[in-house]
């Protein structure tokens, strides 16, 4: 991949006007070294460890997370292993979340304006916080020193029972996605569909659509679905999520499989043939299962095809 066809695929990844999008996941895990072992097995180009910091402004000093991440970054959105490395609240927020379950605990959506999402997220009944400066240390493409910087807007943990979901603004997403971390072996291109199993579908989903701004549906099944322009929410009760899964649940609520579009699904079959991988062929998409330490399970499907819960 050249530098201009990277540069062109980071700067489409800030959504513009009232475009929404689902910018990215994070698998909260215990143990990053395995979590890492099982995203390479599964195919999965990484970009590098990398701790995070926090600053109250701009020109303020830099104060640890408490938290460092790996990302796999896709030619849409990206997925990113969130792991603990010191006692802070976000360090302690993570490990709550883990001692539910190790998998999916985060969906980010894409975030132009925080002032303004922050104002509409007020009146739809949510109280924001204020918004957080995350940032970390990368080498950019060219071998020298560079930072990731992003503006992240949360709500309260009890806001959203199923996880922290949240917006994030990218102030460097042409450091964030490289061209040496978009290809993949499997051939993931794409953040196409995330499944979130609830006890009270109904709920969330009028919730879910509240904190997005976004409509809501219900399909003939009984799930709903909000439909964004890149990337959906499916949200059903644990009995059709079961149903839908190769394995079991692991609580209620959770942010229960996610779903990725590859370029070549034929490559994407050989690959996990080829590893030894198990997976399900639901006839539209290959289903695997991150295992003990990633979580979640994720479906591969063509551009265009459809995850068993879509």
């Known amino acids: 991949m050249t530098p201009a066809e990277a540069a062109t695929i980071a700067a489409q990844q800030v959504p513009t006007g009232d475009r929404f999008v689902i910018d990215h996941l994070a698998h909260w895990v215990p143990e990053e070294r395995k979590a890492s ?91 924001p916080l204020p918004v957080v400066r995350l940032e970390r240390e990368i080498e950019t493409e060219a071998g020298t020193p560079g930072h990731v910087r992003f503006r992240v807007l949360r709500v309260g943990a009890d806001a959203m029972p199923e996880g922290r979901v949240q917006f994030c603004h990218h102030l460097t997403p042409e450091n964030m996605w490289q061209g040496r971390w978009l290809d993949h072996a499997n051939g993931a291109i794409g953040l196409r569909s995330i499944l979130i199993a609830s006890d009270d579908p109904e709920e969330a989903a009028e919730r879910y659509a509240r904190f997005t701004g976004q409509p809501v549906r219900q399909r003939d099944d009984g799930a709903w679905v909000l439909a964004f322009d890149r990337g959906a929410l499916v949200i059903a009760d644990q009995e059709r999520c079961q149903r839908l899964l190769s394995a079991p649940i692991p609580a209620i609520p959770c942010m229960a499989a996610y779903a990725l579009a590859v370029a070549d699904p034929a490559a994407t079959r050989q690959h996990l043939t080829a590893g030894r991988i198990a997976f399900t062929d639901t006839g539209g998409a290959m289903l695997v299962d991150g295992g003990p330490a990633l979580g979640a399970q994720i479906a591969f499907l063509a551009d265009g095809a459809k995850a068993p819960w879509d």
């Open 37 to 127: 072992a099982r995203l390479a097995e599964l195919g999965f180009t990484m970009a590098p460890f990398s701790h995070q910091v926090t600053r109250a402004a701009p020109d303020a000093p830099p104060v640890s997370a408490g938290t460092a991440n790996r990302t796999i970054m896709l030619r849409e959105g990206y997925i990113e292993i969130l792991t603990v490395t010191g006692d802070t609240p976000n360090a302690r927020t993570l490990q709550a979340g883990m001692a539910r379950y190790v998998g999916v605990h985060l969906i980010a959506f894409g975030l132009a304006d925080p002032d303004a999402t922050a104002a509409r997220l007020q009146g739809a009944g949510f109280a």
